[in-house]
């Protein structure tokens, strides 16, 4: 018995109760391949499956998992610039039950988050009309451990990059083992890390300008006096150090607060996804 193939917006006639679920705010979908896992989309609702695939801007929650309302975040964005936000979601408890942080390291012991985003990818362009050959990656916090990381063995997929307030870092170090270092990437995930294809990639850096305080760090940080603008500082240097170019913005009058930075995020997203529809995909600034 073959399964259904998943219903796309255009399959209803117009008027169809069934395209509210498909366009706007969506359901949370499960990833048919492990559905632990799970996401959630905003889709224009002009979506259609003619012309060139949509552009894709996934957004990766933070600590307290709050992946919806990131999602909505992004809901006027999506119709402005007629693209696609996914939001995954990583459920805390997986690796055990006190797991919160294993999405963030990729998880090279238990699940493989990066293969998991690329899966609902994969997934969700069985439904809508959207390019996968290359996205939008944001994250903030803990979800900018996991786009900095994604980046260092996915480079090749990113359309542009925005890393947010990491709590800890990856800087390319051939000499320290991961996720201190990139010495066995290769040996944990496949992937050599590869920062000479990250250089083609548009980097945003950003961060609350308030966001110095150490007591919010994970409790047995090894650098436990360094705040987290110290540390995007120094992964922005090291990265720099390998040739990739980047932008740092810091938002005055702000600490450790996701929504609060967005609108730094979603102005380095419009430049790279543009306004007319996203053919420029990658071509936004990444100056000092």
């Known amino acids: 018995m073959t399964s259904p193939r998943p219903l796309s917006p255009w399959d209803f006639p117009p008027g169809h109760p069934g395209t509210a679920f498909l366009t706007g705010a969506t359901p949370q979908f499960a990833l048919s391949t492990d559905p632990r896992f799970s996401f959630c989309l905003q889709v224009p609702r002009r979506h259609t499956p003619d012309g060139p695939p ?46 919160v942080d294993g999405y963030k390291l990729l998880s090279p012991a238990g699940y493989r988050a990066d293969t998991l985003l690329l899966a609902m990818v994969e997934e969700a362009a069985a439904r809508w009309h959207i390019r996968t050959d290359r996205f939008h990656l944001h994250g903030f916090s803990g979800g900018g451990q996991f786009a900095h990381r994604f980046a260092c063995l996915h480079p090749g997929r990113l359309a542009s990059l925005s890393v947010g307030a990491p709590g800890r870092v990856t ?27 990250l250089r083609e990639v548009p980097v945003q850096f950003v961060i609350g300008a308030d966001d110095t305080r150490t007591e919010e760090l994970a409790p047995g940080d090894e650098a436990p006096t360094v705040h987290r603008l110290a540390r995007l500082r120094a992964l922005r240097a090291n990265w720099h150090d390998h040739g990739i170019a980047s932008r740092l913005d810091t938002v005055p009058g702000t600490g450790h607060d996701h929504f609060a930075v967005l609108p730094a995020v979603r102005d380095f997203l419009a430049e790279c996804v543009d306004d007319r529809g996203g053919r420029r995909q990658g071509r936004c600034s990444t100056g000092p």
Do not use: M
């Open 171 to 197: 800087p390319f170090d051939p000499a320290t083992p991961w996720p201190r270092g990139t010495a066995d990437a290769k040996r944990l995930f496949g992937y050599e890390a590869d920062p000479a294809r």
């Open 54 to 99: 949509r552009p894709l801007v996934v957004v990766v929650h933070g600590t307290g998992r709050r992946s919806q309302a990131l999602r909505d975040a992004f809901a006027d964005f999506a119709e402005r610039y007629d693209c696609v936000v996914l939001a995954p979601l990583f459920p805390a408890g997986i690796d055990g039950p006190n797991d």
